[in-house]
């Protein structure tokens, strides 16, 4: 991939309507990349998960915001610390986008992102 950066931001380079603030924290389900749609990874440099924070920030941008389809894919495995977590790493994302947009299978691209450790499985 062919990447850019650049110190200017996301809400001075796109229009508003064409921004989609990926978060886990989202009530809307993504169905589909749409390639006229810039997506945001929302993503904190941190050890901790601080609930809600990204979806606040898109929030206060007026921004589109949507989840990874984990729930509507994948099932909830049987593990001792009964730990399950739909927050990935900035990478995970990345790993389930660019893998879903070449196969346009959610669940082919979660295999590819969503670790065990999570605590989510593809169902049998």
Do not use: C
Request: glycine share 4%; aromatic share 10%.
């Amino acid at each position: 991939f062919q990447m850019d950066t650049t110190h200017e931001s996301y809400l001075d380079l796109f229009p508003l309507d064409a921004i989609v603030y990926l978060t886990p924290d989202s009530e809307n389900v993504l169905e589909d990349i749409d390639p006229n749609k810039v997506y945001v990874l929302g993503g904190l440099v941190d050890e901790t998960i601080h609930k809600k924070l990204t979806l606040q920030r898109a929030q206060g941008q007026s921004l589109q915001t949507a989840r990874l389809p984990i729930r509507e894919y994948m099932v909830k495995s049987i593990n001792t610390k009964n730990y399950h977590s739909e927050t990935l790493a900035v990478n995970q994302v990345f790993d389930v986008l660019s893998t879903y947009y070449e196969t346009r299978s959610w669940p082919a691209a979660l295999k590819a992102g969503v670790s065990s450790g999570k605590g989510y499985v593809l169902p049998d």
